[in-house]
């Protein structure tokens, strides 16, 4: 009995981490976002070079399966490697679903990042809830990780995609399906989090692995609210120029 409390508080501390790591992340990527938005050049290069989104999926995809695969075996290499495992995990996957070939008015930003926090929050009390009452949409670690990574991949092609549609009738409610799945799974993601064993406690630093991939579907989360948001103003017709 006091080992299962033991592993219960180890758990609940790698839980707490896992928060910290998906915000600190989550933070950085929607910085970058406001700030690569704003430069020309490699907006207008994008514009003119659709490949290089298509490139960077690719790198996306196969970066994010490897760091996964081959977890077990970064965390017991040296510090430095094991940042630079993270550091280009992250940047590629938050450059892929980026799209700076376009710019959102500066609302769309700022109502995405008041939804993502407040999504965030409300998959954090429901995951509470559905451990306390032993029911809710749990699911073992294996098929977190592996949806995880499906529905990221999913939402950037969906994105890329949608970012080359000449109609907004069309990429309005493509962006919206996409946003909705993703709304669905970060509070999946949340409640089997808190499922018994899910965390690998023998594992070095396994909050940063689950954190990575949690941030990666709160930024999918938060990139298609921006999307959406910016092609629901667009097909309204609304004049957004004073938050641009």
């Not at 219960?8 to 992340?25: G, H, P």
């Not at 399966?65 to 970064?74: C, D, E, G």
């Amino acid at each position: 009995m006091p080992a299962d409390s033991d592993d219960e508080y180890i758990a609940k501390k790698l839980l707490c981490k896992t928060y910290l790591v998906t915000c600190v992340m989550l933070l950085i990527g929607q910085i970058q976002v406001a700030v690569v938005m704003e430069i020309k050049p490699v907006k207008e290069f994008l514009r003119q070079h659709y490949y290089v989104s298509l490139v960077q999926f690719f790198l996306s995809f196969i970066s994010i399966q490897l760091y996964v695969f081959f977890y077990h075996i970064i965390v017991q290499k040296s510090a430095w490697k094991r940042i630079l495992a993270g550091v280009w995990t992250f940047e590629v996957n938050t450059i892929s679903i980026m799209k700076p070939a376009k710019k959102a008015p500066y609302i769309s930003l700022l109502v995405s990042l008041v939804l993502t926090y407040f999504i965030m929050l409300v998959s954090l009390i429901y995951g509470n809830l559905a451990v306390r009452h032993r029911r809710g949409l749990f699911m073992s670690r294996h098929n977190i990780i592996r949806w995880s990574e499906r529905l990221f991949v999913l939402t950037s092609f969906g994105i890329i995609v949608a970012s080359e549609m000449k109609r907004v009738i069309i990429e309005f409610p493509t962006l919206f399906i996409y946003t909705l799945l993703s709304n669905v799974f970060v509070i999946i993601f949340a409640a089997s989090m808190r499922k018994p064993n899910f965390y690998h406690i023998e594992m070095k630093a396994d909050n940063i692995l689950i954190g990575q991939l949690y941030y990666l579907n709160f930024y999918a989360l938060y990139m298609g609210y921006v999307w959406t948001t910016a092609a629901g103003i667009e097909l309204m017709g609304w004049n957004v120029n004073l938050f641009s």
